[in-house]
């Protein structure tokens, strides 16, 4: 476990290990919940899609294509729970493939007006 303080700043950092020199990592989404078994019942998400959830969530630059860097600002639920778990889904693309999934950044889905 990490112990922090309320409304801390948390960077954090994903490594890919690979011997193959041309992939890149993108965050594509992060949740956050207070059972570290159960990601469905109450979660809070911090970004989906590479689009950012939480205001205090962002992506930071990384030193090289293997490395992705993201932080946000501590939190709890609802002072009920002690600890709070995350779980995030990173995608592996192949570096220069400018029209991967890792070059989109924040693909956010349109809805239509059910008028329209």
Do not use: I
């Not at 193959?20 to 059972?35: E, G, I, Y």
């Not at 609802?78 to 192949?94: A, I, W």
Request: proline share 5%; with cysteine.
């Amino acid at each position: 476990p990490y112990y922090v303080d309320m409304n801390q700043n948390l960077f954090l950092q994903a490594s890919l290990h690979s011997s193959d020199q041309n992939l890149t990592l993108f965050v594509d989404t992060c949740v956050a919940s207070p059972n570290s078994s159960d990601f469905r019942t109450l979660v809070y998400g911090l970004s989906k899609s590479g689009c950012a959830n939480d205001p205090t969530y962002a992506l930071y630059p990384s030193p090289r294509a293997d490395v992705a860097r993201f932080g946000f600002n501590s939190f709890s639920f609802v002072n009920r729970f002690p600890s709070v778990f995350l779980r995030c889904e990173l995608l592996v693309c192949r570096r220069q493939d400018y029209l991967s999934r890792c070059y989109k950044g924040c693909v956010s889905r349109f809805r239509r007006n059910s008028d329209s």
